[in-house]
């Protein structure tokens, strides 16, 4: 009987260890909200003296100097970096004013819903004891990486903070508030000439007024004739305010340089050309002889939906000055529903000699779709995109879904150019131009590429507005020493090159060059270029990304290249691998990645956030935590702060899509963000190699043991399951079968 009982014991025990072996995997990451973690971001709350700096160029996160009758800025920034949207999200800033003092400090705060809030200060040095006060009606609201601001009703501004409405997570919804404050012009009573309220030489001037005062410690007012140093305005263009769908109030501002004001104007246009500016609004002003004061003119009769270019203009009788050209949008007139399709081209599927699967997706927004078509031809040029193929569609307002079509009769070996569009009563939208190569059919295996070096392109890495980081990887099997480059450009023609390096003759290896002087908010072509010693030349496939629209400063990255893909990189401060287990996949294979990384600095890093970048040609399926971008085909982890030796472990899946080529080479790349002790911001990176097969792995997708859940994903998984089962059954028909009792007799 106690041997029954304790086979019971043990097989109970089993099957417990078992459950509780399968509830302790990784599951998803419950839905956050956060604020300005990430190492790219700015400080959450900045300053700025703008009349000495009116180009907007000197943003201080700790003190900002100023003097009597200055203006400061203030700017509050906010990116989501949580992994849910943000709602109720309120911009505060405090104080309203302030008394007299030569210090203050001012507060810069962000709150959400179920969010405990983010707040930073700035400080505020005046050369003489002042007060600062907000200027009515100057809150610019920044919103959605957009550059040109808008006004904002700032009535809750200094009490519960002004509600902005949900905030996105992601780079794309990024955005700040900026306000700004007026320091007074009070003169203390002091011993200096230039301070003591008096006008000491007789010519009409008082302290800091007098053109013969430096500064409000000169003690040397010198006699001045009243005309001679006046000279022409200073003005300024100030952003546009009220823009409607016909309308938008102008605003400039100008100082009078001695010489009082009573003509000031704006010249207009559709174009960012000075001689395009070819309206002119005359605008009502009256400023005196030492004021900067400014004016404002109603400009109507525009078009809906259409940018428009502006600046300020004044006269004085030394001469006319007129402020930077500025621009804003009107918006578009309201249909009852706000927007139109959002559309997405999607990589292609099933290449072939003579057909291809186009993909795109379609977000319909406020009004369902029901028009879809793919615009296509050989040119890149929209207008060369001759051929049109329509799709069968029916999207539900405030849905997503994908779309596809199959072209055929196309001809081999050749390059072809395309792109998604959909259509709703509200408007038509289309995708960027992709492209793709028709299949050669030179050989049984066409795609196979049997030389001994091949080439891939990585996905770009440390995006900023004029900057990104091009990768490549090499896998090398002769001696040959190659030369590897990029070849990049804002079309599919690309036309610019990075510089050449030798790569040496490692297996395997990773090469990278930085490009510069891009142009903000826009899409980016290139792919990575290697030269064999015999002068073959080896291209990998054409990739995009996209710049920022809205200027991150840039990140230090520290990249080992040469690095062996199997073990990933550490850069002495975190150990970073990522491993699929196996180098050959097929078409269709389940590829199951383990993801690793370790602390290894002896010291806290915070700001973390991890990042997986998926091939062109590997389909994210899974992962045990992260949210998946499906426009950057990446998946993103955010670690926060990791104390010394914190180490983590993901599971990640993801599917070899139908168009891989045989012989092609798949990189995936993990790069872990954080910022060090020192406050530098630093990133390591670890890639996966996996090479397209022409045979399955018997073992590739066996979810059984990768951890994201109990049923296998093959025919040899579930046979193991089987077997584990039909274990389990003997194991419990051993148990319940009674032994003979023995005979002593």
């Known amino acids: 009987m106690k041997n029954f009982i304790k086979k019971i014991a043990y097989t109970f025990s089993f099957l417990a260890f078992l459950g509780l072996g399968f509830a302790a995997l990784p599951t998803e990451a419950a839905a956050f909200v956060a604020f300005n973690n990430d190492p790219q971001d700015y400080a959450t709350f900045r300053g700025m003296n703008v009349s000495d700096y009116p180009n907007g160029t000197n943003w201080i996160s700790t003190t900002v100097s100023a003097d009597a009758g200055e203006t400061i800025s203030f700017d509050i920034y906010y990116h989501n970096t949580g992994n849910t949207t943000a709602n109720n999200v309120k911009l505060k800033v405090s104080p309203e004013s302030t008394g007299t003092g030569t210090s203050h400090t001012f507060t810069g705060s962000i709150s959400a819903d179920g969010y405990g809030g983010l707040s930073d200060s700035v400080s505020v040095s005046l050369s003489s004891s002042q007060s600062l006060t907000y200027i009515d009606n100057s809150a610019t609201w920044f919103p ?173 009788a030394e001469g006319t000055d007129c402020g930077s050209i500025l621009h804003f949008e009107t918006s578009t007139e309201d249909t009852g529903s706000d927007q139109e399709p959002s559309v997405t081209t999607l990589s292609e599927d099933n290449v072939d000699e003579d057909s291809a699967t186009l993909r795109g997706e379609v977000d319909a927004n406020d009004d369902s779709v029901d028009s879809c078509w793919f615009e296509w031809g050989t040119n890149d040029a929209i207008d060369d995109l001759d051929e049109t193929e329509n799709v069968s569609c029916s999207i539900s307002s405030d849905d997503t879904e994908e779309f596809s079509e199959t072209i055929t009769g196309l001809d081999e070996d050749e390059d072809y150019y395309y792109r998604a569009c959909a259509e709703s009563d509200l408007g038509e939208d289309c995708g960027s131009i992709m492209s793709f190569t028709t299949d050669s059919d030179d050989n049984d295996n066409p795609d196979i590429d049997y030389s001994n070096v091949t080439v891939s392109t990585v996905s770009a890495t440390s995006i900023t507005q004029t900057s990104a980081t091009l990768s490549g990887f090499v896998y090398n099997t002769s001696n040959d020493n190659p030369t590897g480059w990029f070849e990049y450009g804002p079309t599919t023609y690309m036309g610019l090159y990075s510089s050449q390096q030798l790569l040496g003759t490692n297996s395997t290896l990773s090469y990278f060059n930085t490009a510069t002087g891009l142009v903000a908010n826009t899409t980016y072509y290139y792919r990575a270029v290697v030269r064999a010693d015999d002068g073959t030349l080896k291209y990998g496939q054409v990739l995009t990304f996209r710049t920022l629209s809205y200027s991150v400063p840039v990140v230090p990255v520290v990249i080992n290249t040469g690095t062996t893909i199997s073990t990933g990189t550490g850069n002495g401060d975190i150990m970073l691998t990522i491993d699929s287990r196996y180098e050959n996949v097929y078409m269709g294979d389940i590829v199951d990645y383990t993801l690793i990384y370790k602390n290894i600095s002896g010291k806290t890093l915070q700001n973390a956030t991890l990042r997986v970048l998926f091939p062109q040609n590997i389909n994210f399926r899974n992962s045990s935590i992260g949210d998946y971008s499906l426009a950057d085909h990446a998946l993103t982890i955010q670690l926060g702060t990791l104390i010394p030796n914190q180490t983590g472990t993901f599971y990640i899946q993801g599917v070899v899509a139908n168009s891989a080529r045989l012989g092609e080479l798949l990189v995936t790349t993990a790069s872990l963000v954080y910022t060090d002790p020192k406050g530098a911001q630093q990133e390591a990176i670890a890639y996966e190699m996996n090479r397209v097969s022409t045979s399955r792995n018997p073992l590739l997708g066996l979810a059984f043991f990768s951890g994201l859940g109990f049923f296998p994903n093959t025919l040899l998984g579930w046979l193991l399951l089987i077997l584990v089962i039909f274990a389990l059954v003997y194991l419990a028909r051993r148990v319940y079968t009674r032994r003979p009792t023995p005979n002593f007799n």
Request: glycine letters at 10%.
């Open 144 to 316: 959605n990486q957009t550059t040109t601001g808008s006004a904002i009703s700032d009535s809750s501004l200094f009490s519960s903070g002004i509600n902005i409405g949900s905030v996105a997570p992601g780079w794309s919804s990024q955005g700040h508030l900026r306000v700004q404050f007026k320091v007074s012009g009070n003169t203390d009573d002091g011993d200096a000439q230039c301070d003591d309220n008096e006008d000491n030489d007789g010519d009409g001037y008082t302290d800091m007024d007098d053109p013969s005062c430096d500064s409000i410690y000169d003690d040397s007012e010198s006699p001045y004739d009243g005309g001679d140093d006046a000279s022409a305005p200073n003005t300024t263009t100030l952003s546009a305010v009220d823009v409607d769908e016909d309308s938008a109030v102008l605003r400039g501002e100008a100082d009078a340089n001695g010489d009082s004001i009573d003509n000031c104007w704006f010249e207009w246009g559709t174009n960012d050309a000075v001689g395009d500016l070819d309206n002119t609004e005359d605008a009502s002003c009256s400023i005196g002889d030492d004021d900067t004061e400014e004016f404002s003119e109603n400009l109507t009769g525009l078009s809906d939906g259409e940018d428009y270019y502006y600046r300020a203009c004044a006269e004085n």
